[in-house]
T-cell receptor, first 115, second 114 residues
Framework: NAGVTQTPKFRILKIGQSMTLQCAQD?????MYWYRQDPGMGLKLIYY???????DKGEVPNGYNVSRSTTEYFPLRLELAAPSQTSVYFC??????????????FGPGTRLLVL | GENVEQHPSTLSVQEGDSAVIKCTYS??????FPWYKQELGKGPQLIIDIRSNVGEKKDQRIAVTLNKTAKHFSLHITETQPEDSAVYFC?????????????FGRGTQLTVWP
């Protein structure tokens, strides 16, 4: 298993540009998450999905959108990039139900710089 | 929501010494506490976890303790080695919640000097 994969590894965007961060997992996990990590801070939840076709906002969703058409893929869309979106983005997944397996598996991250 | 505080933010130890990282949480409903290690340029990786029905768990040189009454939990690394150098994150969650999201501390940069 490749686990959780993310592309690209690094990207520089100009203010106002758009891009999609790709995330894929081959573990048949139902839950998927997008986090951002800023220097000296923990990971903040952007969006999450409990299964194909179901997504919801986390604590910092503004400026982002997601879709989950299949179990494997969970892309994160940035519209009108702003300097405040400069961060490292992590995708994670887990298999779970209420009270079930909690371990989240993280991808290697995408480093985004908005200038 | 849950608030997780982590201390210290940086920790330097000599190889062979022990390292302790402490976290507190605010939500008494939290009952699962994982610790993640993040090496430079990589995503966080689970190293150990503990559930609220136990007070301590060990895995070779790593141990985690939990005090539910005081709402704090700690990571203990003994006989530290240079390859233990990384950022360590504590987290908390309620296993009974549908979302199962993790609330992370801000991280501790551990440096082990040879």
């Amino acid at each position: 298993n490749a686990g959780v994969t993310q592309t690209p590894k690094f990207r520089i965007l100009k203010i106002g540009q758009s891009m999609t961060l790709q995330c894929a997992q081959d573990m048949n996990h139902n839950y998927m998450y997008w986090y951002r990590q800023d220097p000296g801070m923990g990971l903040k939840l952007i969006y999450y999905s409990v299964g194909a076709g179901i997504t919801d906002k986390g604590e910092v969703p503004n400026g982002y959108n997601v879709s989950r058409s299949t179990t494997e893929y969970f892309p994160l869309r940035l519209e009108l990039a702003a300097p405040s979106q400069t961060s490292v983005y992590f995708c994670a997944s887990r298999w779970g139900s209420r009270g079930g397996q909690e371990t989240q598996y993280f991808g290697p991250g995408t480093r985004l710089l908005v200038l | 929501g849950e608030n997780v505080e982590q201390h210290p933010s940086t920790l330097s130890v000599q190889e062979g010494d022990s390292a302790v990282i402490k976290c507190t949480y605010s939500d008494s409903a939290s009952n699962y506490f994982p610790w993640y290690k993040q090496e430079l340029g990589k995503g966080p990786q689970l190293i150990i976890d503990i559930r609220s029905n136990v007070g301590e768990k060990k895995d070779q040189r790593i141990a985690v303790t939990l005090n539910k009454t005081a709402k704090h939990f700690s990571l203990h690394i003994t006989e530290t080695q240079p390859e233990d150098s990384a950022v360590y994150f504590c987290a908390a969650t309620d296993r009974g919640s549908t979302l199962g999201r993790l609330y992370f501390g801000r991280g501790t940069q551990l440096t082990v000097w040879p």
